[in-house]
C-alpha cells in the first residue's frame, strides 16, 4: 500500500510539474526564411435605412509572405508581399470583382491598381509580440498604381486610392495585420494563464481592438491560443460619401490560434467579430435633420500555414 502512494504521489507531483511549466511565447522568425499564411475573410455589413435594409458583402482571399530580412533591437524587420488576392464586394450600389490569378479586365480601374500591389515587397516592422509598430512603401506603390491608370479624371483617381488605401493602405494595415499578428505576452506563461493587449483599427472607420488572451494547450510542439476581445468606435468620426459621420459602434470578437513552439508562427486560426450600432450623419445642405443609420457588421476569418 504505502508503494502505491509513493507512486501516485510521485506520478502526481510530475504531472503538476508538466502542466507547471512556463513558455516564453513571442515570434522567433529565422532571418532570410519566408513564411506566409493563407487568409480567407468574409464580412457582411447591413445599414438599415428606414424603408430598405442595405446590405454589403465583402470577401477577401489570399496568400500573404513575410521574410524577415533584419532587427530592429529586439525588433523584426520584415519583407512583406501579397502574393495572390481575390477581392470580392457586392452591394446594390458597388459590385467589384478582382482575381490577381487571372487576367486584369482593361475597364476595371480598381483592378489595376490591385495588381499594382501583387507581388511587390514592402517593409513591415514588429515586436516579438506581434505589434505592427510601422508599414513602409506600401502608400507608395498604391500612388504608383493609382498614377499608372493613365487617362482618369481626378475625382475618380482620389476615390479610387482612398477606397484601396482604406483597405491595404500603411494605417489600415498596422490594424488589420495587428489583430492577426499581435497575440504574444511580455512575459513567459503556463498552461491556463491570461494576458491583455490592444490594436487600433482604421480601416475605414477607427475603432479600437482590447482582447484578453489565454494559453489553453501547450502539446505536440505547438501553442493554442484563444482570445476574446471588446470592440469600440468610441465615437469617433469618419467622411462618408463626402459627408460626416460619426460611429458608435461596439461589439465583440473571438480568436483561435494553433501555433508552431519553434517559431511562433501560425499552424492555423479562427476569428469571428460581431459589431453593431449607430452611424449618425451630420446634418448638410442636402439632408438638414441629418439621419441615424442602424448597422450591424458580421465577419469571419480563416488562416493557415502555407
Same mark, same amino acid.
Given at each position: 500500500?504505502?508503494?502505491?502512494?509513493?507512486?501516485?504521489?510521485?506520478?502526481?507531483?510530475?504531472?503538476?510539474?508538466?502542466?507547471?511549466?512556463?513558455?516564453?511565447?513571442?515570434?522567433?522568425?529565422?532571418?532570410?526564411?519566408?513564411?506566409?499564411?493563407?487568409?480567407?475573410?468574409?464580412?457582411?455589413?447591413?445599414?438599415?435605412?428606414?424603408?430598405?435594409?442595405?446590405?454589403?458583402?465583402?470577401?477577401?482571399?489570399?496568400?500573404?509572405?513575410?521574410?524577415?530580412?533584419?532587427?530592429?533591437?529586439?525588433?523584426?524587420?520584415?519583407?512583406?508581399?501579397?502574393?495572390?488576392?481575390?477581392?470580392?464586394?457586392?452591394?446594390?450600389?458597388?459590385?467589384?470583382?478582382?482575381?490577381?490569378?487571372?487576367?486584369?479586365?482593361?475597364?476595371?480601374?480598381?483592378?489595376?491598381?490591385?495588381?499594382?500591389?501583387?507581388?511587390?515587397?514592402?517593409?513591415?516592422?514588429?515586436?516579438? $509580440?506581434?505589434?505592427?509598430?510601422? %508599414?513602409? =512603401?506600401?502608400? +507608395?506603390?498604391?500612388?504608383?498604381? #493609382?498614377?499608372? &491608370?493613365?487617362?482618369?479624371?481626378?475625382?475618380?483617381?482620389?476615390?479610387?486610392?482612398?477606397?484601396?488605401?482604406?483597405?491595404?493602405?500603411?494605417?489600415?494595415?498596422?490594424?488589420?495585420?495587428?489583430?492577426?499578428?499581435?497575440?504574444?505576452?511580455?512575459?513567459?506563461?503556463?498552461?491556463?494563464?491570461?494576458?491583455?493587449?490592444?490594436?487600433?483599427?482604421?480601416?475605414?472607420?477607427?475603432?479600437?481592438?482590447?482582447?484578453?488572451?489565454?494559453?489553453?494547450?501547450?502539446?505536440?510542439?505547438?501553442?493554442?491560443?484563444?482570445?476574446?476581445?471588446?470592440?469600440?468606435?468610441?465615437?469617433?468620426?469618419?467622411?462618408?460619401?463626402?459627408?460626416?459621420?460619426?460611429?458608435?459602434?461596439?461589439?465583440?470578437?473571438?480568436?483561435?490560434?494553433?501555433?508552431? $513552439?519553434?517559431?511562433?508562427?501560425? %499552424?492555423? =486560426?479562427?476569428? +469571428?467579430?460581431?459589431?453593431?450600432? #449607430?452611424?449618425? &450623419?451630420?446634418?448638410?445642405?442636402?439632408?438638414?435633420?441629418?439621419?441615424?443609420?442602424?448597422?450591424?457588421?458580421?465577419?469571419?476569418?480563416?488562416?493557415?500555414?502555407?
Amino acid at each position: 500500500m504505502k508503494n502505491i502512494f509513493l507512486a501516485f504521489s510521485l506520478f502526481l507531483a510530475l504531472t503538476i510539474g508538466v502542466n507547471a511549466q512556463s513558455y516564453n511565447l513571442k515570434y522567433n522568425l529565422n532571418k532570410g526564411q519566408d513564411y506566409r499564411f493563407y487568409q480567407e475573410t468574409k464580412m457582411k455589413i447591413v445599414q438599415s435605412l428606414g424603408f430598405i435594409d442595405q446590405e454589403i458583402n465583402n470577401e477577401f482571399k489570399g496568400i500573404t509572405r513575410f521574410t524577415p530580412i533584419g532587427n530592429e533591437g529586439d525588433n523584426i524587420i520584415l519583407n512583406t508581399s501579397f502574393e495572390t488576392m481575390i477581392v470580392s464586394v457586392k452591394s446594390l450600389l458597388f459590385n467589384l470583382d478582382y482575381d490577381s490569378s487571372k487576367p486584369i479586365d482593361p475597364s476595371n480601374q480598381m483592378s489595376k491598381v490591385y495588381s499594382g500591389i501583387i507581388g511587390k515587397n514592402f517593409k513591415m516592422v514588429i515586436n516579438p $509580440q506581434g505589434k505592427v509598430l510601422r %508599414v513602409e =512603401g506600401i502608400d +507608395k506603390m498604391i500612388s504608383d498604381a #493609382v498614377n499608372a &491608370m493613365g487617362n482618369v479624371q481626378p475625382q475618380m483617381a482620389a476615390m479610387i486610392k482612398k477606397t484601396v488605401s482604406s483597405q491595404f493602405g500603411a494605417e489600415a494595415l498596422i490594424g488589420n495585420m495587428g489583430m492577426l499578428l499581435s497575440m504574444y505576452p511580455n512575459a513567459s506563461k503556463k498552461v491556463g494563464d491570461k494576458w491583455s493587449n490592444n490594436t487600433k483599427i482604421a480601416s475605414g472607420i477607427n475603432a479600437e481592438l482590447s482582447n484578453t488572451w489565454t494559453l489553453a494547450d501547450a502539446s505536440n510542439k505547438q501553442w493554442k491560443l484563444k482570445g476574446n476581445g471588446n470592440i469600440s468606435t468610441q465615437g469617433g468620426e469618419a467622411i462618408m460619401n463626402g459627408m460626416k459621420v460619426t460611429m458608435n459602434l461596439s461589439g465583440n470578437q473571438d480568436s483561435e490560434f494553433v501555433v508552431s $513552439q519553434n517559431d511562433g508562427w501560425f %499552424v492555423s =486560426g479562427k476569428q +469571428k467579430q460581431q459589431i453593431q450600432g #449607430v452611424v449618425s &450623419m451630420k446634418g448638410n445642405a442636402q439632408m438638414p435633420q441629418g439621419m441615424d443609420i442602424p448597422m450591424k457588421v458580421s465577419s469571419s476569418t480563416y488562416l493557415e500555414k502555407r
